[in-house]
């Protein structure tokens, strides 16, 4: 009998593809496995090796706070693993930041707007800030507050220093925030603290081409009430300007009026919103 010799079957390309994808599946685990194992083993050794631990701040843009302050505002120790600070944090802000820190900062710092804390490998934390500015004191029942531009509270009763009485902050009377903490926004309307900073603005605006100067006279602007709003001028001269419109017009005549009009010993009211002119009663009522 003469004997043949069979080739070999070949398996169906569909059994090599599964078998092919099953290898794929098993390496992808693999190597899967191998990546956490090494993420996981870096991680601890950066949180436990002292190469990482944290030796040096740096501190930019602060005027108002020292590098000193700022550093233990936000809670941060020197020989501290900076891995650890940094997977402590409950609030995260971006990579490398420490959110915890940045707000401890602006809780604890009232002149810091906001706050930018990173950890930069393999020992330093760099702190940047940016500051509130100055621009308002409210006059809360005979106790000054210092506020920004926003109505954000930073000082109670600020002790100035020469250089800065000079600047000459205005100083606003108006609705009473219930509460005042410093770093916290004042709950005082918001359209009063605009219209105080707008008559004020104007005013600068109508010294600049007028020959009187009226804004270095004036002691404080009340926006208390929004119809009637209206600034003392050397403590004897209250000047009504009403609602907030046609304000140009109403300054540069209160200027006027007051350099020719008024006497220098007179004290009484200049009313812009009884009628198209301003009337101006003695306080004597004569």
Not at 94 to 117: M, N, T, W
Not at 248 to 257: D, E, G, W
């Amino acid at each position: 009998m003469k004997l043949r010799r069979i080739k070999t079957v070949q398996e169906p390309a569909h059994v090599i593809n599964r078998r092919k994808r099953r290898r794929q599946r098993i390496f992808r685990v693999v190597k899967s496995i191998l990546v956490t194992a090494l993420f996981v083993s870096t991680v601890i050794y950066a949180a436990l090796s002292p190469f990482f631990n944290i030796k040096e701040f740096r501190v930019f843009g602060n005027t108002r706070y020292d590098a000193a302050e700022l550093t233990a505002a936000s809670g941060i120790r020197t020989g501290r693993n900076g891995f650890r600070v940094l997977f402590s944090s409950k609030s995260k802000s971006g990579l490398f930041r420490i959110g915890d820190a940045e707000q401890a900062i602006i809780e604890k710092c009232p002149y810091v707007r906001s706050a930018e804390v990173r950890y930069i490998i393999p020992g330093t934390i760099r702190i940047s800030i940016t500051e509130r500015e100055p621009a308002a004191i409210i006059d809360m029942k005979g106790t000054p507050l210092l506020i920004d531009k926003e109505g954000y509270l930073l000082e109670i009763d600020p002790a100035f220093d020469p250089d800065e009485a000079e600047k000459g902050l205005p100083v606003i009377r108006t609705a009473d925030p219930a509460s005042a903490v410093p770093g916290k926004k004042l709950d005082i309307p918001e359209e009063m603290l605009l219209s105080a900073f707008k008559v004020f603005d104007t005013i600068r605006e109508t010294d600049a081409v007028n020959s009187v100067e009226l804004l270095p006279l004036v002691d404080y602007v009340d926006t208390s009430d929004l119809s009637n709003i209206r600034f003392s001028v050397q403590s004897r001269i209250i000047v009504n300007l009403g609602k907030a419109d046609e304000l140009h017009y109403k300054i540069s005549a209160a200027a006027s009026i007051f350099a020719i009009d008024i006497k220098k010993t007179e004290r009484g009211t200049l009313d812009f919103s009884v009628g198209k002119d301003p009337v101006f009663t003695p306080e004597s009522g004569g």
